[in-house]
Each structure stands twice: as structure tokens, then as C-alpha cells.
């Protein structure tokens, strides 16, 4: 079994011409703790995904209102620096409005680097430490580096065992992740195998295994009973129905993202984030008054 570091409490877009770096996502079509978030804001509660997401979206959520309080909300995807591309804005807003966040990694990134002077055991320390050092940023409490190796990870039943492990052990009312189903984007971009197979893998784990007292007996062994995701919002996805305005957390977005030093070396990646951003805002269909200029947008599900 890999390795499992921090323990979390149990209790709580469309194609960018910008250039990527290796193994960052493309907007496809889209410390503790934080101040208040801006008086200006809505609140975005997960449940109620009340940034102009679709008609049928809005109507369900307000048909089905969420229970009040902090969510607890894990954050799975498959490297360092993954959740700091794709969808730190929303985590800083999360932060800022109460929730519980925690980061889960799959993979150590110890093939992130091409400098031959660098071992993997020294890349796995840096980028572990630069991931504390962008979740201290953010206000995300824990993170949960499961250990696989970069570049390897499969979305077979040993992984989805330690997935379906993590979340009995976050027990997350809600979980973001990255859309499997992207391989392309655009004639320039190819998405990681990674990202790809740990999108795939939190979606089995989350449905039906976490949740089924059947699956993984051996679980059971460990005292880690089944639970249900409750909400999922998947990231990069090619066909969003949820915008979150995060015009307020663009700066400590990227304020995380340099964080991963090994990984930007001189390339600032202001500007090319920036334009994402603004794209995937301007790509809500139903904008809400007010709504600030920048956005990132995810496919949403409320699990029954």
C-alpha cells in the first residue's frame, strides 16, 4: 500500500490559444483557514452551485437546498501543482467561506523534473514541500499524498482501493476532480495519462465502491466505514454547467501556483492563467448580475 501522509479530521471552458506547460491542464471549456470572502461575493455553498450554473442545475439545487454548515470537501487529482492550475481559485473562495478542504495526490510527481543532477527521491521531497507551501497559500488544511509513481498511475482495482480508503477516511460531502474523459485539446495539447486515470479512478471509487459495504471487505477490517459522496464537480470538463466566479482569489491563485517552483522554473504563468480565466467566464451562458471577470467552470452532480 502506498504511503499515506496527513491526517485529515473526519468532521468536515473552452480551448485557450496560451501556450502549457508539461503536465499542467488547459481550460478545456469550463496554513488554515481565511478571511470572510469579499462582502461583494455571493456565497457559493457547494450544494447550491449558485454561480449561474444551468437552468435545470439551479432548479434542482433550490429544489433540494443543503444542509447548513461547513462542507467538507477533498480536493483528487494526480500531481503536485494539478489543483493549482485547474480549480485553486474555487479552493481560496471554498477557504474563505468556511469549508473544510483537503487536498488528496496520487501520485508523488517524481518524474516532474529533466535535470539529471536531481534525483527522484529529492523531487519527491520538493514537490511535496512546495505543495504544503501552495496549500498554506490557499487555506487548504491537510494533504494526503497517496504515493503512486508519476507517470504510472492506473485506474485499476488496487487504486480505486486506496481512493475508495481516503475518502472513507475524509468522508467528503463533496469531491472535485479532473473530467477522464479529456485526451485533447485543441492540435497542441495532449492531456497526461495521470490525469486521465485519476480522474477515472475517483469516479469509480466515489460510485458505487465508498459507498457499497461490499466492496473492499478488508476496509471494513480497518474500521473505515462506507460513505456517500454527496456532490462531485468535475474540472477541465468539456461540457460545464457550473461557473465559479473567482475574479477575488485570481491573485492568490496565482500566488499558489508559484509556489511549485521545480515545475515554472523562469516561466511566469500569470498572463496564460489569466486568459483562461477570463475565456471560461465569458463562456457562461447566464452570467449572474455582477459577476466578476474571471471564472472557472466544472460539470456538476448531486449524488442521490
Partial sequence: MPDVD???PAAPTATSTAPSPPD??????SGTGGAA??????????????????????????ASPPEP??????????????????CAGTVARWV????HVTYVLLTNGDKGSSDPSVTPEQLVATRAAEQRAACKILGVRDVVFVGFSDAMLVADLDTRREVVRVIRRLKPDV??????????????????????????????AIYPAARDRMTFPELLAEGLEPHKVAEVYLSGAKEPDVWIDTTPYLDKKLAALRAHASQLGDWDPEEMVRQWARETAARNPNPPEGAGEYAEAFKYFKLD
Fill in 96 to 99: 474563505a467561506e468556511g469549508h
Fill in 6 to 8: 496527513a491526517s485529515a
Fill in 37 to 62: 470572502a469579499p462582502a461583494a461575493q455571493p456565497v457559493s455553498q457547494p450544494s447550491a452551485a449558485v454561480d449561474a450554473e444551468s437552468a435545470t442545475t439551479a432548479a434542482e439545487a433550490a
Fill in 175 to 204: 469531491v472535485v476532480c479532473g473530467d477522464p474523459t479529456i485526451r485533447w485539446v485543441g492540435q497542441d495539447y495532449l492531456n497526461h495519462p495521470d490525469h486521465r486515470a485519476a480522474g477515472e479512478v475517483t469516479l469509480d
Fill in 69 to 86: 454548515g461547513p462542507k467538507r470537501i477533498a480536493i483528487v487529482f494526480a500531481h503536485p501543482d494539478d489543483a493549482e492550475f485547474i
Fill in 24 to 29: 499542467a491542464f488547459p481550460e478545456t471549456a
